[in-house]
């Protein structure tokens, strides 16, 4: 049985009259890359920060590496690192030198840690550099440097490429995956910029309004996501040969009223018609179907994502 990481049974939060999360239940398994998938204000970030330990819930319980009691949850925590938002760095200081306040203030023990982490994100080399004086990406990959350096088992991400340009997102975005695959940490990273989420994520939470729509393996929301050809032909018998002798297709559905799902040749629908067409089949209607996983999420809360 697969270990889980994170549980949580119906929690909510209540701020006086409005509610940030609602009954939301999750599961984190080991060695996931959880997606928290919602627009700006749907409740990600207060979820991770009760996770995390910096709010508590209204009501409801989480469950951390196993443990439930707050005994028991503040020793998981000592297992996770996390970035909800930026630390505080001192400007006037290098990389190594504010790590070590953060060393010192959080009792782990050695300098090492502090090298290592830097290696890991990349930021080795700064030297004397002043924090001052680095660009947002390698701000971003010193807070992550600073929940690295505990060697967590977990970390847990909010909104980590707000504001990066395409090179920091995908150095941020490989240097997860380096993380997950060579140390075996699980991540739980929320955002809304969701084709960046969709290269690294191995399940999904998509939450809107503080409540949970759905959770499901990535392998399973691609599934719901694929784009297809859906053809109408007078013989599905006969285009299926052609489609396999013919096209070397082996990516297809047969269905009922004469209809054909087409996963492949997505980008030659043209090719598709003219060679069922040439060798006898009748087609009545060709359309491409599918959609992104942004499109699915913002079929899924009915409206704008940007509402």
Known sequence: MTDIVIKTHDITKKYQRSCAVKNIGINVKTGDIYGLVGKNGAGKTTLLKIISGLTVPSSGTLELFGQTS?????????????????????????????????????????????????ELVGLSD?????????????????????????????????EPINGLDPVGIAQFRELLKRLNKERGIT????????GEL?????????????VLLEENTAVKIEEKCRQYISLTVDDTGKAAVILENKMGCSE????????????????????????????????????QEGTGLESYFIKMIGGSQND
């Open 70 to 118: 707050g005994k028991g949850l503040s020793k998981a925590r000592k297992r996770t690192g996390c970035i909800i938002e930026m630390p505080s760095f001192f400007p006037y200081l290098s990389v190594e030198k504010n790590l070590e306040y953060y060393r010192i203030q959080r009792g782990i023990a050695g300098k090492k840690c502090i090298h290592e982490a830097l």
């Open 252 to 287: 297809y559905e047969v269905l009922n009223n004469n209809l054909i799902k087409v996963y492949q040749f997505i980008d030659r629908s043209d090719v598709l018609a003219q060679t069922l067409v040439s060798n006898g089949v009748r087609v009545f209607s060709l359309i």
């Open 198 to 210: 969709s290269q690294v994520a191995t399940t999904y939470g998509f939450i809107d309004k503080g």
């Open 187 to 194: 991540i739980i990273i929320s955002s809304h910029i969701l």
């Open 126 to 158: 700064t030297g004397n550099k002043k924090y001052r004086d680095f660009s947002l990406g390698m701000k971003q990959r010193l807070g992550l440097a600073l929940s690295l350096m505990g060697s967590p088992d977990l970390l847990i991400l909010d």
